[in-house]
């Protein structure tokens, strides 16, 4: 089974247990959010296809840590015109472990994640020292 949600003005197919990484979302590590717009739901053999959203249909998924993306560089030069301009950025992200898909106004389980499965503090998702 998976869906097809809509967060942070783009398309994301999720199934249970995936691993995502969206926009910022404002929650800390640990705490559960709900994706009620679900464009798309799979069951074992039906499609449902929402005009725009499904109704009744959400996902719930659990935050594991809040993180940035790589750094973007926007230079411009003029030729001959001495005129540089050096700009860099970075993208708030959030990773969303998936934890279930929900049909026909079900409400998610209040499981809890395991500390253990929560990265340390210092280390992006990847489990990278920084």
């Known amino acids: 089974m998976f869906a097809v949600i809509k967060t942070g003005g783009k398309q994301y197919r999720v199934a249970a247990d995936d691993v ?3 926009a910022k979302l404002d929650a800390g590590a640990g705490e ?5 717009e679900v464009l798309m ?3 074992d053999a039906s ?3 929402g005009a725009p959203t499904v109704a009744g249909a959400s996902v719930a ?3 594991v840590a809040q993180t940035r993306g790589p750094k973007v560089i926007a ?3 003029r ?3 001495n005129s540089r301009r050096k700009r860099g950025h970075r993208q708030d992200l959030t990773t969303v472990r998936i934890t279930e898909i929900l049909a026909g106004g079900a409400q998610p ?3 809890r994640a395991d500390p253990a499965d929560m990265p340390v503090e210092g280390e992006d998702a990847a489990g990278v020292s920084a």
Request: no cysteine; glycine share 8%.
């Open 20 to 22: 995502i990484t969206v």
């Open 32 to 36: 559960t959010v709900a994706f009620a």
């Open 41 to 43: 739901l799979t069951g």
């Open 47 to 49: 499609v449902e296809v």
């Open 61 to 63: 998924g659990e935050i």
């Open 75 to 77: 230079f411009k030069k």
């Open 79 to 81: 030729r001959r015109k």
């Open 109 to 111: 389980s209040r499981r």
